[in-house]
């Protein structure tokens, strides 16, 4: 047998050893050196060594990590435990987490709703007037319905209420006045035919303009019944019957909305609240209730609203124009003496963006009354420009103050004087407000809401005060105590209502 | 047999190679490459507000006082990075930190039900936030002023600022400890007038830099208010707290805040945050 004469045979054995000696004893070291890495509550001892290590300080200190980094939930005095997924996680688990969160109780059907117990008490006499201002419950139903699939970005919605009026004096539904047993707030489909416009059609509410309880440019109907005997804010808002195009391009968006017959407001005529009538002279309440001659051909008595708005930045602007008619009646028929709604257009301008630690508001409009431009019809109301500033601010935690100037002026006023009929009061050519809103919110989660409006007439010197205290008990239960408290001389804007100071009180339900 | 050399070298090269590798980590564990506190905190923020370059979520949020009593609040929320091109922020949208808006759409309790929050964030140390309100019974867009950020959002334990994200500049950080786990940071307000701790602590994971956990602390030096993340999952790859919780220490009272279909860079035009979109709400993004 040849012996083999390799040198390397003694010496890849020996080279071989040494390199994995070197690496053995390397390894060594460095394993021994490097801490645990296990986060708190892996290691092998399972939970009862991971319980026992609990309150303690652990080698490396700091919380438990959450599940999904890691750990198990179980931290130290001084380490948070790392959250579960802060390790390689199996897919299962990940996707148990993506599921979404069982559902509280909720109608079935995209149905939701309240139920509401309301009821209010004047707190002077009225003689026109019954002592109890309100005594209503109120089941307001919507259903709201996504559809896409229909039509592109389509959405119907359907808001009515069931009322019982105990105060009402019949129970006779008309759908344009809102009264009766059936109030239809809302009743719309909403689509989107091409990416640059939005369609809203049917009975809608719709708001624009910049003020807060003040409108200029926004002259879509107010109920100011509801305002006035102390029904949720919301319903301040009548709904209009209309059809609104919404274009966009950019940052520039038009609105038009074509209203085919006029919606007036729903205002005081006598039946739910006296006020005073320059005409007779005295309070004129529910034995004689205002009678009017509304326009109420459909396409021919319409209204048009177009608004034209954008922002630069954080700065909103706003070019508004309006046909119609005045929203109130704002003439009479000397014929009839019923009360008329004259013709009106409107054009104005608006502004709105960060001032300082708050927001600042302008805003103007001018009310053209088209069927007196020379303002010497004494029968129907002059034209008018309408200016208002408003500015607001959290001035302490959780408390919001808000102030506002607003000035009505009459044009044409020297005419209007001169053709006054004998024994009418002349109105002052410049009505100026001054408004307060403080609103404040206490307790731990919010729940408590403090409340007030203040409206201070500067030059006949009558206020409109509104107070309210609102407390969510529960998610679904809301309670609410409010007033609304009128002062002044009985031939000024708000010392009218006088008699009709009220406080009132509701109990809310919503599902 | 004649032994190959080629074999020696490779065998040497295997075994350095994982001696190495058990070396190098652990070299970077002992603290010799600890990012400077500054990377820290701006990768700390950027994995806790700025994954992807928009997402969606549905909130449920379960407010427990300080009795056990219970309110709720579910919301979905989209938020979307302005991105750079859009700002003159110039980083690549990887590092983006800057400004974002959100949009938040409210499902229950029944009378906050289709309302719309909407917020402009600024990042710029002089500029507020821009806040919107849109009411839909009244069809009112409303302005919201409030400069103050440490409030309560929507009556819960979270503040707005926790929901949006505090401006990495307002405070001086410190690392004040490096466990195996966390970095440990203490941040002191450069204002202090302006909020109600004297300094927080946060606990921020080393492998992922998300914040764990974050305590407040009053004059005395107590800790008030704890926030704690509790689940988290990778939707997409993208880190997510999918649970968090919100302890008012001094009360016993606390919020958990629990995230589900999470969603990713979603392609969410920047025109959703707009007033358009407060009077038609997105339900291509909100319904799920």
Same mark, same amino acid.
């Given at each position: 047998m040849k012996r083999s004469k390799n040198k390397y045979k003694d010496h890849p054995v020996t080279a071989e050893k040494i390199v994995l000696l070197i690496f053995v004893a390397l390894w060594t070291a460095v394993c021994s050196a490097q801490p645990p890495r296990l986060p708190q509550g892996l290691d092998s001892g399972g939970p009862a060594k991971a319980a026992r290590k609990k309150p303690e300080q652990g080698s490396s200190g700091g919380p438990a990590l959450p599940s999904g980094l890691g750990g198990e939930g179980e931290g130290t005095a001084s380490q948070p435990a790392l959250p579960s997924g802060l390790v390689k996680e199996p897919a299962s688990e990940m996707q148990d987490r993506q599921k979404p969160e069982p559902q509280p109780f909720s109608l079935p059907l995209d149905l939701a709703g309240f139920w509401e117990l309301r009821g209010g008490l004047r707190l002077q006499d009225d003689p026109a007037q019954d002592d109890v201002s309100l005594?209503?419950?109120?089941?307001?139903?919507?259903?709201?319905k996504y559809t896409p699939e229909l039509i592109s970005r389509g959405r119907f919605r359907f808001t009515g209420d069931m009322i019982y009026?105990?105060?009402?004096?019949?129970?006779?539904?008309?759908?344009?006045? @809102?009264?009766?047993?059936?109030?239809?707030?809302?009743?719309?489909?909403?689509?989107?035919?091409?990416?640059?416009?939005?369609?809203?059609?049917?009975?809608?509410?719709?708001?624009?303009?910049?003020?807060?309880?003040?409108?200029?440019?926004?002259? !879509?109907?107010?109920?100011?019944?509801?305002?006035?005997?102390?029904?949720?804010?919301?319903?301040?808002?009548a709904p209009s019957d209309a059809i609104k195009f919404a274009f966009y391009s950019g940052n520039v968006g038009l609105d038009l909305v074509y209203t085919p017959r006029f919606d007036a407001d729903r205002f005081v005529n006598g039946t739910r609240l006296s006020f005073f009538d320059t005409a007779s002279g005295d309070l004129r309440g529910e034995d004689a209730p205002l009678e009017t001659e509304q326009p109420d051909t459909w396409f021919e008595d319409h209204e048009v609203a177009l608004r034209v708005h954008g922002s630069l930045e954080a700065y909103e602007w706003g070019l508004y124009g309006y046909t119609g008619f005045w929203k109130s009646p704002?003439?009479?028929?000397?014929?009839? @003496?019923?009360?008329?709604?004259?013709?009106?257009?409107?054009?104005?301008?608006? !502004?709105?963006g960060p001032v300082g630690a708050g927001i600042g508001n302008a805003e103007f409009s001018w009310y053209d009354s088209r069927e007196d431009r020379d303002g010497d019809d004494p029968f129907v109301e002059n034209s008018q420009l309408r200016f208002l500033t408003g500015y607001e601010q959290e001035i302490a935690e959780d408390l919001t103050l808000g102030v506002q100037y607003y000035l009505e002026f009459m044009l044409a006023h020297h005419a209007y004087e001169k053709n006054l009929p004998a024994g009418f009061p002349a109105r002052e050519k410049a009505r100026q407000w001054l408004t307060l809103d403080l609103n404040q919110e206490l307790l731990a989660q919010n729940q408590?809401?403090?409340?007030?409006?203040?409206?201070?007439?500067?030059?006949?010197?009558?206020?409109?005060?509104?107070?309210?205290?609102?407390y969510d008990a529960t998610d679904r239960w809301k309670v609410e105590v409010g007033a609304n408290l009128f002062m002044g001389d009985r031939d000024t804007f708000f010392g009218q209502f006088e008699e009709n100071s009220n406080v009132y009180a509701a109990a809310r339900y919503g599902f | 047999m004649r032994r190959n050399p080629a074999k020696i070298i490779i065998i040497a090269w295997i075994g350095l190679f994982t001696a190495a590798a058990g070396v190098i980590p652990a070299a970077a564990q002992e603290g010799g490459k600890t990012p400077s506190v500054e990377a820290i905190v701006e990768h700390a923020n950027r994995v806790a507000y700025y994954q992807g370059q928009d997402g969606r979520a549905d909130v449920d949020m379960r407010i427990i006082d300080s009795q056990g009593r219970e309110r709720s609040r579910r919301f979905t929320i989209l938020r979307r990075d302005n991105r750079p091109g859009e700002e003159s922020d110039s980083k690549n949208p990887a590092e983006y930190t800057g400004d974002q808006r959100f949009y938040v759409y409210f499902k229950s309790p029944p009378d906050v039900s289709?309302?719309?929050?909407?917020?402009?964030?600024?990042?710029?140390?002089?500029?507020?936030?821009?806040?919107?309100?849109?009411?839909?019974?009244?069809?009112?867009?409303?302005?919201?002023?409030?400069?103050?950020?440490?409030?309560?959002?929507?009556?819960?334990?979270?503040?707005?600022?926790?929901?949006?994200?505090?401006?990495?500049?307002?405070?001086?950080?410190?690392?004040?400890?490096?466990?195996?786990?966390?970095?440990?940071l203490d941040n002191t307000p450069n204002e202090p007038e302006r909020v109600e701790f004297s300094h927080f602590k946060m606990w921020i994971h080393r492998v992922t830099y998300l914040p764990i956990q974050i305590e407040y602390y009053d004059e005395r030096g107590q800790a008030y208010r704890r926030y704690t993340a509790l689940n988290v999952a990778r939707p997409q790859g993208l880190l997510t707290v999918t649970e968090s919780k919100m302890e008012d220490l001094r009360t016993g009272g606390h919020t958990t805040?629990?995230?589900?279909q999470v969603e990713y860079d979603v392609g969410m035009p920047k025109d959703i945050f707009t007033e358009r979109y407060l009077r038609k709400p997105p339900m291509q993004h909100i319904k799920k």
């Open positions: 005594a209503e419950t109120r089941l307001q139903l919507t259903y709201d009026d105990a105060m009402a004096e019949n129970h006779d539904v008309d759908l344009e006045e @809102g009264e009766g047993f059936f109030d239809l707030r809302e009743f719309w489909a909403a689509f989107t035919p091409v990416d640059f416009l939005d369609v809203k059609v049917g009975r809608q509410i719709l708001t624009w303009g910049t003020g807060n309880l003040v409108f200029l440019n926004d002259l !879509f109907p107010k109920d100011y019944q509801s305002f006035f005997l102390g029904r949720q804010l919301d319903y301040l808002k704002a003439g009479t028929d000397p014929q009839t @003496g019923k009360r008329i709604f004259p013709e009106l257009s409107a054009y104005g301008a608006s !502004f709105r408590l809401r403090l409340s007030l409006f203040i409206f201070y007439s500067t030059a006949t010197k009558d206020a409109y005060l509104r107070p309210l205290a609102a | 289709r309302t719309v929050f909407m917020v402009w964030k600024h990042v710029a140390p002089d500029r507020e936030d821009d806040r919107w309100l849109y009411l839909p019974d009244l069809d009112l867009v409303k302005r919201i002023a409030a400069s103050d950020e440490r409030t309560s959002f929507v009556g819960s334990h979270f503040f707005y600022e926790d929901v949006s994200g505090r401006n990495t500049n307002e405070d001086d950080h410190e690392l004040v400890d490096v466990t195996d786990t966390y970095f440990v805040i629990t995230y589900s």
